[in-house]
């Protein structure tokens, strides 16, 4: 990857999250500990640089979808509103919009909604412009470290958060529609592959994405996981799953919308791995690829082991041998990648690959100069864009 570039002299501190605006300029935003926001061109010259007020880190920097001249920076329980183009101070200011420190950001498509991710683990929802508070969702029971709105729904809104769950809220109700435990699904997962001894991180919940279908999520863990949600028809959990992104946590999971089709996924963890994963073959994504991965259909119950062992005897007594055999050989190929991490299947592998070398704080998928392009935030000062390759 010798065409890294690096965008230096923008923070005098590390970087914690960058935006990207899809306005016609397509300009850039990073913001950084001590309250640092820096606005860049799609060249990575300065724009502009700013000291938000209070000192305190600037977590999440979020552009309107429907008013590019605006920029959202939370930094403590405040949210400013910046002019990107001329950043001298906030704009508006929407002071104890959380209740707690605000860890992330999220728009609406339509700009007229923010939502706001807190470490009480509420998550309140901020009309605009204005910034009044419509909602407040708590259903959390530690930091609420991410959140979503659904693309083409805007009253769908996804959070995730250390208490490992991800949860689906429907504006119009103060309780979930649905709330997935990772917990669940990793032991469910790991049942047949865990040996005496071994440590495995519990997955809570960095940072969630939605495809541009807005049906499609994906929830990047401290187990170094993806996880994967399908949503079907009335907004039920239809299909989940999960795939090993990170030989440490997951902390940045983004689905990149310019791509040949929407289901390609950029990911970032404290291993200093940057990877590019085609999903468009997943189970979860494609109900009809048999792939060899194990996909759980949701809702589940949780003690099914006894039941499972009679069914899948049953299925044993049903399946041709050569069938049975491959299946073998897929739960052994599981293990081995399980215990070592080189092995990895080719087809399951990301289609690119980056050491950074450094613990990923941010990413951000952006067509730069016409190029499609990662940003990347870690524990440095500068950002590093990597060009994504032709695909």
């Given amino acids: 990857m010798s065409m890294a570039r690096q965008w230096s002299e923008g923070h005098s501190t590390s970087i914690l999250c960058v935006g990207a605006s899809s306005g016609p300029e397509g300009l850039l935003a990073s913001g ?16 502009g640089r700013l000291a938000l007020p209070g000192e305190e880190d600037s977590t999440s920097v979020v552009f309107s979808p429907a008013a590019p001249g605006q920029l959202y920076v939370s930094h403590g329980d405040t949210v400013s509103v910046l002019d990107p183009r001329n950043l001298k101070g906030p704009v508006e200011q929407f002071q104890g919009a959380g209740e707690e420190e605000i860890n992330a950001l999220a728009l609406s498509d ?43 729904r805007p009253n769908n809104l996804l959070s995730a958060g250390l208490d490992m769950q991800v949860m689906l809220w429907g504006l119009q109700k103060t309780r ?42 994906g929830c990047a863990a401290e187990d170094g996981r993806v996880h994967l949600m399908r949503i079907g028809s009335g907004s039920k959990l239809e299909q989940q799953g ?9 902390s940045q999971a983004h689905f990149v919308s310019f791509l040949p089709h929407p289901y390609w996924l950029v990911t970032g963890g ?17 109900p009809e690829a048999k792939a060899k991965s194990r996909v759980t259909a949701a809702p589940r119950r949780k003690s099914k082991s006894k039941a499972k062992r009679k069914e899948q005897s049953q299925d044993k007594a049903k399946t041709p041998p050569k069938a049975e055999a491959e299946k073998e ?5 599981d293990e081995a990648a ?30 730069l ?20 390759p032709k695909l």
């Fill in 32 to 47: 950084s500990e001590g309250g640092e926001v820096t606005v860049w061109s799609q060249e990575g010259t300065i724009v």
């Fill in 110 to 152: 339509t700009g007229s909604a923010l939502a706001v991710a807190d470490d009480s683990g509420a998550v309140r929802v901020l009309e605009l412009p204005g910034g009044k508070v419509c909602r407040t969702l708590r259903r959390h029971t530690n930091i609420c470290s991410s959140v979503a709105f659904r693309p083409h």
């Fill in 176 to 217: 979930p529609l649905w709330t997935l435990n990772l917990q669940d699904v990793a032991e469910e997962e790991d049942d047949h592959q865990q040996r005496p001894g071994q440590l495995f991180n519990p997955p809570l919940a960095h940072c969630v994405t939605v495809a541009s279908c807005g049906n499609i999520l």
């Fill in 242 to 250: 999960a795939f090993k992104a990170h030989s440490q946590g997951a």
């Fill in 270 to 286: 404290n291993d200093g791995q940057v990877a590019l994963w085609d999903l468009s073959k997943h189970p979860v994504v494609s």
């Fill in 329 to 333: 050989e897929a739960e052994v190929e």
């Fill in 338 to 367: 399980a215990g070592s991490e080189e092995v990895t299947e080719e087809k399951s592998g990301p289609k690119l690959s980056i050491s950074h070398g450094d613990k990923v704080n941010w990413l951000c998928p952006a067509v």
């Fill in 369 to 388: 100069k016409g190029e499609p392009s990662v940003v990347v935030a870690d524990q440095s000062s500068s950002l590093t864009v990597y060009p994504l």
